[in-house]
């Protein structure tokens, strides 16, 4: 059973950057694909970022050009580079891997981890 365990949450100002990993304790095969995830309380879940096997990208519009995803196969490690963070990005970030599609609809992960919280205040 794969596990993911995010980290690298916490609370920054406008402007600011973080950087989100997310470490599997199972073997992520190379044809899962993995996305990060947002929600924030009353708000349903929605993409961020996600990484398909063949390495294609795919962003939401309100993260693009500031946020990056990346993927490092050797340590099973997911990551999103946070930059110029706004208060509307204060969510919890879950990661999530699928091998049934790819791409920033939820529904197709199976596999989530527990969450990291992101908070921005001016």
């Known amino acids: 059973q794969v596990q993911l365990v995010e980290s690298g949450g916490g609370s920054v100002q406008v402007g600011g950057s973080l950087r989100l990993s997310c470490a599997s304790s199972g073997y992520i095969y190379s044809g899962y694909s993995m996305g990060w995830f947002r929600q924030a309380p009353g708000m349903e879940r929605e993409g961020v970022a996600a990484?398909?096997?063949?390495?294609?990208?795919d962003y939401a519009d309100y993260v693009k050009d500031r946020f990056t995803i990346s993927k490092d196969n050797a340590k099973d490690t997911l990551y999103l580079q946070m930059n110029s963070l706004k208060p509307e990005d204060t969510a919890m970030y879950y990661c999530?891997?699928?091998?049934?599609?790819?791409?920033?609809?939820?529904?197709?992960?199976?596999?989530w981890g527990q969450g990291t919280q992101v908070t921005v205040s001016s």
């Open positions: 999530a891997a699928s091998r049934y599609g790819s791409g920033l609809n939820y529904h197709l992960y199976r596999v």
């Open positions: 990484i398909s096997p063949a390495g294609r990208i």
